[in-house]
């Protein structure tokens, strides 16, 4: 968990939650185990790992928006993974954005934060407040040599730079994993599974 100062440089649609001075970032690791796992694509057991984890962000969320609220500030919990725009998968708030600029990651080439750890295996969820909170900054490390994700993407969405990176070939693969295996989601998580970070 780790905070960063909010300002007007929040990307839509967070652009309405610009009005707190602060957001906390906070992860929450997948099971090692469970991403192992995969090998072709989504299972359901992993499925059901991503929706369990969701719950349990959002749980988090708002227990701390409470005890922020009981201190007598005011605070905001952003749903884990709720889309509001479906024609650009776009959230309240991108909980990547507000990760990384906490220090919590750097943007991979998957285009998920690479915590230096446990790599692209933690999800977030953000809360929005105006509590004084010391804050992170981003990190000043990146993928380095690592091209891991890239040859294991069934889309061919991941290229060398993270600018480069086809998020409408990602979007239609999840919607092939989702009607052909009837998971439920749009979730792939091979790319997840090949990211393991870079602690050096």
Sequence with gaps: MEAM?????CPPPMTELGRFPY?????????????????EGPTKLYAYHYRVVNK???SIALRLANEVQRLGFAACPVPSSQVIDWANDLG????????YHAGLGWYGRNNLI??????????YVTIFTDIPLPTGKPLAQDCGECRACISVCPAGAIAERREEFNLAK??????????QW????????????????NPG
């Design 114 to 123: 690479v915590s230096p750890r446990y790599g692209a295996r933690v999800r």
């Design 182 to 197: 009837n998971i439920g989601h749009n979730i792939c998580g091979l790319c997840i599974k090949a990211c393991r970070g």
């Design 170 to 179: 990602c979007r239609e693969q999840l919607r092939v994993f989702r009607n």
């Design 23 to 39: 957001a906390v970032s906070v992860g929450y690791r997948l099971s090692d185990a469970i991403m192992e796992s995969l090998t």
């Design 56 to 58: 349990e962000l959002d």
């Design 92 to 99: 309240h708030a991108s909980h990547r954005w507000a990760a």
């Design 5 to 9: 100062k909010s300002s007007a440089e």
